[in-house]
């Protein structure tokens, strides 16, 4: 059983900066594509940033381009979302999971807990 843990959200005011972390028990990320995903209130979750295991490729969703940075270490089983000028329209609660793959919607493990982003304007 893969647990998730997600943790560095808080309350940011807007043009702020977060780093998000996310590490499991149970499993190893290394050879699995990864990805961060956000769920706004009343609204469905949603793919932002996801990093492929081989590569280190990346992808974005346009709302997050050139404002988000995914990145991974192995070594310590972690991947982390830097977030820059940060928005209110980020604030969310943000999963990371495994995906089959690092450009696709399709998790692999059950959700964690999520770290919670707010964004003030």
């Known amino acids: 059983q893969v647990q998730l843990v997600e943790s560095g959200g808080g309350l940011v005011q807007a043009g702020g900066s977060l780093r998000l972390s996310c590490t499991s028990s149970?499993?190893?990320?290394?050879?699995?594509?990864m990805a961060w995903f956000r769920q706004a209130p009343g609204k469905e979750r949603d793919m932002v940033a996801g990093?492929?295991?081989?590569?280190?490729?990346?992808y974005y969703a346009n709302s997050v381009k050139f404002r988000f940075t995914i990145s991974r270490d192995n070594t310590k089983n972690t991947v982390y979302l830097q977030m820059n000028n940060l928005k209110p329209e980020d604030t969310a609660v943000y999963y990371c999971?495994?995906?089959?793959?690092?450009?696709?919607?399709?998790?692999?493990?059950?959700w964690g807990q999520g770290t919670h982003v707010t964004v003030s304007s």
């Open positions: 149970g499993r190893t990320f290394s050879n699995l594509p």
């Open positions: 990093i492929n295991w081989s590569d280190d490729s990346t």
């Open positions: 999971n495994a995906v089959k793959r690092y450009t696709d919607y399709a998790p692999i493990h059950s």
